[in-house]
Nanobody, 128 residues
Framework: QVQLVESGGGLVQAGGSLRLSCSASGRTFSNYAMGWFRQAPGKEREFVAAIIWTSRNTYYADSVEGRFTISRDNTKSTVWLQMTGLKREDTAVYYC?????????????????????WGQGTQVTVSS
């Protein structure tokens, strides 16, 4: 079984920075992609960023492009989300998600349901 554990959330002032991490344990040898999603109170969960494990190609939501950076450490099966220039609207619970099983032409990194393992989430609160 695969377990994902997020950390690094907290309270930060607007304009500040945080770095989230997500560590995967268990059968992670077939990692294909990891993504970050978030859900704010009263809103639907949304895609934030994703990284393809082998190619290191990265993808971002328009709302975070240029402010957030996703990266990964293959040896540690860990992915980070460096968040800078935080805004109040970035306040949410952030979840990491893992897609295993190798390349698939049908994989859509934007979709929560296209991943097969998910973390419990970490709260990020941005104050004004």
């Amino acid at each position: 079984q695969v377990q994902l554990v997020e950390s690094g959330g907290g309270l930060v002032q607007a304009g500040g920075s945080l770095r989230l991490s997500c560590s995967a344990s268990g059968r992670t040898f077939s990692n294909y992609a990891m993504g970050w999603f978030r859900q704010a109170p009263g809103k639907e969960r949304e895609f934030v960023a994703a990284i393809i494990w082998t190619s290191r190609n990265t993808y971002y939501a328009d709302s975070v492009e240029g402010r957030f950076t996703i990266s990964r450490d293959n040896t540690k099966s860990t992915v980070w989300l460096q968040m800078t220039g935080l805004k109040r609207e970035d306040t949410a619970v952030y979840y990491c998600a893992l897609r295993t099983g190798g390349y698939s032409a049908n994989f859509r990194y934007l979709l929560w349901g296209d991943y097969d393992h998910w973390g419990q989430g970490t709260q990020v609160t941005v104050s004004s």
